[in-house]
């Protein structure tokens, strides 16, 4: 059973009773009061905070005594061994099944931050953090206390030392909206998008009360050298209100991203300023571009997910829409397979979807997942065979991506509050070429590693 499931607090012996709540330690039933404040003891959100509260406890003191598990009857590192030998495992499938069996051997080790500023580190809470293709440097999105937001970046090179301590460069960027999207992006040839040099920060921002803003911001403003020589902005514009962006590598849609706002998609250009405007009948909220070809892929609330070729024109009463796929509900998150024929979805019914798109049929479904509301985002580990999604209850789940199997449900390390949805990155090579493989969980104020045994 999903340790983070809601189940009924009543005994199974025990009737349901409308408008009472069953105690199996005390064996009675006591009256739910109305209302949903502090002052009312007995209420469903209190009952049900309570019980998945206990949960996560218990799920945490079982991880911290168990220290080799297994997700597959009959799964070991010896047992992998012998059938490799024997010829009964193919080089993939035995690759894929060690990744397996590490993920569930990884051990949560807090991460100490260090900055150049001693006030930086540990002062506001993590929103977001997204690392680069190379998986060296992180952003990260904090809140601040009088309600904006605060833009940093976090050096990974420190993570393969014993001290597991990383750097962290800060520059104080506020504003008053809230971030809703991140991308990293390159306004360089798509071959040297890995060199960080060359790289650039596209944030995004906007709430549904005020009008948003796209920002593309240097990557060189959180650097440690003088603040005098840093660039300014690279560019930024006032838009509608934004949900989501996504930068383009195809060299025929060259220095292009998307926003994707309400109501439309905005294609940019940003080293000739030339935009142009695709409407679409619902919120868009995500958005990927296609590597091998200028196809840019939608998420709708409305549960639709279309792809647009951006070197085509506009046009009233021509219908540009290409591959369209659905969900019964909004589309939170979307992921483009490397060999572009798969495209992953997850929307707010917590279904996560494997679309084919040659024949724009669903072929795979990951259960488990807890969502309502939130846009939360995916995350695909191709090399490894992995997908990693963190749910709105504050569980951390990953599957195998070939058989949809849920290998392992990670609790937060604090309370599960709406404020506190963990936000994490998965790499085989977390601090780049000669990095260490885990998963990175920001969670409040703190960094978490959950480092490979």
Request: aromatic share 8%; hydrophobic share 35%.
């Amino acid at each position: 059973e999903d340790p983070s499931s809601s189940s009924s607090t009543q005994s199974s012996v025990a009737p349901e009773l409308p408008g009472f709540y069953y105690d199996p330690e005390k064996n009675r039933y006591f009256r739910l009061l109305p209302g949903h404040n502090n002052h009312n003891p007995l209420t469903k959100d209190s009952i049900q905070h309570k019980a998945m509260e206990c949960k996560r406890l218990r799920l945490l003191e079982e991880e911290e005594k168990q220290k080799q598990k297994t997700t597959r009857a009959g799964l070991n590192s010896s047992v992998l061994l012998q059938k490799r030998q024997l010829g009964l495992l193919s080089s993939t499938s035995y690759c894929r099944l060690v990744h397996e069996l590490q993920v569930n051997c990884m051990q949560r080790r807090k991460i100490e931050i260090h900055s150049p500023d001693s006030s930086v580190a540990g002062t506001n809470n993590f929103k977001i953090i997204v690392a680069d293709v190379a998986c060296e440097r992180i952003f990260t999105v904090n809140d601040v206390e009088h309600g904006g937001c605060k833009y940093g970046i976090i050096n990974l090179s420190g993570l393969g030392k014993e001290s597991l301590t990383v750097e962290m460069y800060d520059n104080l960027y506020f504003t008053n909206r809230k971030v809703n999207s991140v991308c990293w992006a390159s306004l360089t040839h798509p071959d040297s998008h890995f060199s960080l040099t060359h790289s650039s920060k596209l944030c995004l921002m906007g709430i549904a009360e005020t009008p948003g803003c796209a920002s593309l911001l240097p990557a060189s403003l959180f650097s440690s050298t003088n603040p005098g020589d840093r660039p300014g902005m690279l560019c930024s514009f006032k838009i509608s209100t934004a949900w989501s962006c996504a930068w383009c590598l195809n060299p025929q849609a060259d220095n292009c991203f998307s926003t994707g706002l309400t109501r439309r998609v905005l294609v940019t250009n940003v080293v000739t300023g030339h935009r142009q405007t695709f409407g679409t009948s619902s919120d868009v909220l995500a958005q990927q571009f296609a590597t091998q070809t200028p196809v840019l892929y939608n998420g709708c609330r409305s549960g639709e997910i279309f792809s647009i070729d951006v070197r085509q024109r506009n046009r009233k009463g021509q219908s540009w829409k290409a591959t369209r796929l659905f969900h019964g509900s909004a589309v939170t998150s979307i992921h483009l397979m490397e060999a572009e024929h798969y495209l992953m979805a997850a929307d707010m019914a917590g279904k996560i979807k494997l679309w084919d798109l040659r024949t724009a049929k669903c072929v795979k479904q990951y259960k488990g997942h807890h969502n309502e509301y939130a846009l939360l985002p995916l995350h695909v580990n191709e090399e490894e065979g992995l997908l990693i999604a963190v749910g709105q209850d504050c569980y951390t789940r990953i599957w195998s991506l070939q058989d949809a199997h849920l290998l392992r449900t990670i609790p937060s390390p604090h309370p599960s509050s709406k404020d506190a949805i963990p936000s994490v990155v998965f790499s085989s090579r977390l601090g780049g070429s000669r990095g260490v493989p885990g998963l990175l969980m920001a969670v409040r104020q703190d960094l978490y590693h959950f480092s490979y045994n």
